[in-house]
């Protein structure tokens, strides 16, 4: 854990020093969301080397959650078919060979969707609501229910203190947003809302 804090520190310094020079961390293709996201999963992929098994087994939840935001794009380029976008998304050390290889080879976005349910399947249980949602409100609700559903499974799980803390607060927020946007469109979904934070469901129901 010691060696990891030396080379988080070392890393830090290293962005911050590139970034005050105005000279670019690496090397995107632009500014599209599946270009900023590939900078950002190849820093997990750094730091997920630099741990031993126990300490990256702690974090494998964290991993996760930030894996579900790079499956999304990977649906919505398949859609779109940007093959070399969904290429460069997976080819990061967060995914199992066995999913990255099903995803690459689906014809088709619903093909994706059907592989990722079936990759989160031994964690989640039944996940035939995920590819009832894509079916029903495509990509958006998909992502709403695979979130949801994830959130769920970590909150009934025994996680690091540290882990609890961060998912309590990034619960929390993802609330807050939900709660911010119903009042804000007069939404009325209570299953909206996820349990896990600080703050309590029935409360943001009422609000």
Do not use: C
Request: no cysteine.
């Amino acid at each position: 854990t010691d060696y990891l804090a030396a080379r988080v520190r070392g890393r830090r310094a290293d962005l911050l020093a590139t970034g005050r020079g105005g000279r670019p961390a690496r090397a995107t293709d632009g500014t599209s969301d599946e270009a900023i996201w590939d900078a950002l999963l190849t820093e997990f992929d750094w730091l997920r080397r630099q741990m031993n098994p126990r300490v990256r087994a702690i974090f494998a939840p964290v991993f996760t959650l930030f894996g579900l935001k790079t499956l999304v794009l990977v649906v919505r380029s398949k859609a779109a078919e940007r093959h070399a976008a969904v290429e460069r998304l997976v080819r990061h050390e967060l995914f199992a060979d066995d999913l990255r290889d099903a995803l690459l080879a689906a014809p088709d976005p619903g093909a994706a969707v059907a592989a990722i349910a079936g990759a989160f399947a031994p964690s989640l249980g039944d996940t035939r609501g995920l590819t009832a949602a894509y079916a029903e409100g495509g990509v958006k609700a998909f992502e709403s229910r695979l979130m949801r559903d994830f959130l769920a499974s970590v909150a009934a799980a025994r996680l690091h203190p540290a882990i609890r803390r961060f998912f309590a607060a990034f619960v929390d927020q993802r609330n807050v947003m939900t709660l911010y946007k119903h009042l804000r469109w007069g939404i009325h979904d209570a299953s909206a809302f996820v349990a896990g934070g600080t703050l309590p469901v029935a409360r943001l129901a009422e609000a």
